[in-house]
């Protein structure tokens, strides 16, 4: 009888530890996305549908560490831009997306917009093939469009000027930013005194800047760097009624959508690149002698952040 109980105990005790019944334990297996995401499987091929959740990445991104390694041609001449507009005969980018999420906003407007190059700039590796992935099955199944469409991976914060000429652009898009809300952080800011130098190089006189955030706070500060540059005047709120660019960046991305479905509130603010000439007239008197001490500061600042 004893040694019936013990029996009975061993295989009560195997079955427990076997998740009950009886039943034999069968070996782990990975998820498929994790499959996926060590190379086991391809997550998805060219010109077929990406599904979003292989490839959410994190949201914040230090953009000054030296972390990731980007290609960048010595200077806009030298770039080769066919391999990324194939069915164009001579592409030049017009319209410029920086940090275009999930590319919805970058969608938007190359269908909004046939007859202009659209390129949408990210830093994340993993968001960035999604949106090339997205647009390659739009040109697959919908042709010809997204043919005036695609993504590049870089640093929008240290790059663009290797990519454009001066003056080349019309309109560049900030769309939800990442705040940065420590102080120390707010260096990481897309638009501060020194970025917004660069954006002015590369728009085109007339040229537009749309800033929109979810962020009250980011919004005043986008407000104040953009005012307080000589190379900006802000648009009235009355001239952009109609604007079909407004009502694409509030409603076309994904990060508006998500704010949207929260009830939450979208403050926006475009602001039009002035004339060299009348900004030339207007300053020739107040730049301050260069020292170069800001940008050893920037520098001994980077690699701070590197280490």
Same mark, same amino acid.
């Given at each position: ?80 831009? !066919?391999? *990324?507009? /194939? ?5 030049? $980018? ?5 940090? #275009?999420? %999930?590319?919805? @906003?970058?969608?938007?407007? !190359?269908? *909004?917009? /046939? ?5 949408? $700039? ?5 968001? #960035?093939? %999604?949106?090339? @992935? ?174």
């Amino acid at each position: 009888m004893a040694d019936a109980q013990d029996n009975g105990g061993e295989a009560s005790a195997s079955a427990s530890s076997s998740g009950g019944g009886g039943n034999k334990k069968r070996p782990w297996v990975p998820p498929k996305f994790v499959q996926e995401a060590l190379g086991h499987l391809p997550i998805v091929e060219d010109g077929q549908h990406p599904q979003k959740r292989f490839y959410r990445s994190r949201a914040h991104c230090n953009p000054l560490s030296h972390n990731d390694a980007f290609e960048y041609p010595p200077n806009p001449t030298a770039m080769d831009w !066919s391999p *990324l507009y /194939p069915a164009l005969a001579d592409p030049t $980018v017009r319209f410029l997306d920086v940090g #275009c999420g %999930f590319g919805g @906003l970058t969608v938007a407007l !190359s269908t *909004l917009f /046939p007859n202009k190059v659209v390129l949408a $700039v990210e830093i994340r590796a993993k968001v #960035c093939e %999604f949106v090339r @992935l997205r647009i390659q099955e739009m040109r697959k199944e919908f042709p010809p469009r997204a043919e005036n469409a695609n993504v590049l991976k870089t640093n929008a914060m240290k790059y663009l000027p290797h990519f454009f000429h001066k003056g080349q652009l019309e309109k560049i898009f900030f769309c939800f930013p990442d705040p940065h809300f420590k102080v120390k952080n707010h260096r990481r800011r897309i638009v501060s005194e020194r970025l917004l130098t660069e954006y002015a190089y590369l728009l085109a006189e007339g040229g537009l800047l749309y800033a929109i955030t979810d962020v009250e706070e980011l919004h005043h500060w986008h407000v104040a760097k953009l005012t307080e540059h000589p190379s900006f005047e802000r648009m009235p709120d009355e001239q952009l009624v109609g604007d079909v660019m407004v009502a694409a960046i509030t409603n076309e991305t994904e990060e508006g959508k998500k704010v949207e479905r929260a009830k939450g509130k979208k403050f926006l603010c475009v602001f039009r690149r002035r004339p060299d000439a009348v900004v030339m007239e207007e300053t020739k008197h107040s730049w301050p002698a260069w020292t170069g001490k800001e940008e050893e500061k920037e520098e001994e600042e980077e690699k701070e952040e590197g280490e």
